[in-house]
């Protein structure tokens, strides 16, 4: 009986340390640089480059409007008018965080999906940032 106390208040302290942990939202208000358009799968995320058919805050503004309709999203850092935004999406159940930083480098919208916790996403970011590209319809170039 004090193994299973003794694991559901593991349980219980995991989850706690995940949904409250403070997150350092200068570590994830960083991209990595675009050359041409792609879909890559990375290690705990995603990364798509699109290229852009309208004005890069006109974009931008667009993307920030679908992200934060997405259940469980919150703007960490940046906006539409400078040119970078970083959000925060928690899963439902445990609630890990994965972070999202879009931009336009040239002509190039950057999207980069990353996981915080863990080293597998199960696709999810992938999923998110699809759904988000397809809400921008004419604003982006397919591959």
């Known amino acids: 009986m004090r193994i299973i106390a003794l694991l559901l208040l593991l349980i219980v302290a995991l989850i706690g340390y995940i949904r409250l942990s403070p997150t350092n939202a200068e570590k994830w208000h960083t991209l990595p640089d675009a050359a041409e358009p792609v879909d890559k799968s990375e290690d705990g995320g995603f990364l798509a480059i699109r290229r852009i058919t309208a004005p890069a805050e006109e974009v931008l503004t667009a993307l920030e409007q679908r992200a934060l309709a997405t259940p469980r999203t919150r703007l960490l850092r940046g906006s539409a008018a400078e040119g970078m935004i970083t959000f925060q999406t928690r899963s439902l159940v445990m609630g890990f965080p994965d972070h999202t930083t879009v ?19 199960l696709g999810v970011n992938r999923a998110r940032i699809a759904g988000w590209l397809e809400t921008l319809g004419p604003l982006t170039e397919r591959l």
Not at 103 to 121: E, M, P
């Open 103 to 121: 931009a336009v480098q040239g002509d190039l919208l950057v999207i980069h999906g990353r996981l915080r916790f863990g080293r597998s996403d």
